[in-house]
């Protein structure tokens, strides 16, 4: 699967079009051509070119005066470009122990593990503000493979949006890690976290908003 979709992706400009894709809730043409530096037919040749090899799909997003806007998001087939920490090898590892011990003892071994990782990054978080801390969490999970950034709205806010967590097969096996996780930036941030999650195309993506302890 792997390789078919590095075969996809090695032309031009597709891989810099699917990760700018991933950190938002899709753009336009426009958006991405000023981004890249290229003209807008070339990267709406890119893009429709990505549309007939699955990686893209489109929807219409609707603008103050005209027609609506023409909007490319990523598709389920295009996740596998991005790295997944809990593949094969350790969901047969956490079946195992759960067929040989019961799920209780998967359980304890998630939030320990999340509890060990919420201890590692909470030592290395830097800053003073609220804001600061967070942007320094969100760099710490990017090394990590993991995508987001944050946001501040007037009416929701300061949160953590998150486009790829490496954990999502596991989340899927396993809706307690869901809860861990949580739980893991509460004690890094030290602060109240409270999580939405919604889907954009093929795409999940996660809001943590941060409130305070």
Known sequence: MFSKILRKISRPHWLDIIASLKGGRGRAVRELSTEMGMSYMGVKQHCDKMVKAGLLETFRKPVKVGRPEKIYRLTVEAAGVFPNEAGDFACDVLRGVREAFGAPAVERILFNLMQARGERYRKKIKGRSIAERAASFVALRE???????????????????????????????????????????EQALGLKITRETWKSGGQIVRTFHIGTL
């Open 143 to 185: 090394s990590d493979g993991y995508h987001s950034k944050v946001v501040y709205k007037r009416d929701s806010g300061l949160h953590i949006e998150e486009y790829h967590n490496p954990l999502e097969t596991l989340f899927k096996e396993y809706p307690v890690l869901v809860r861990a996780e949580e739980r893991m930036i």
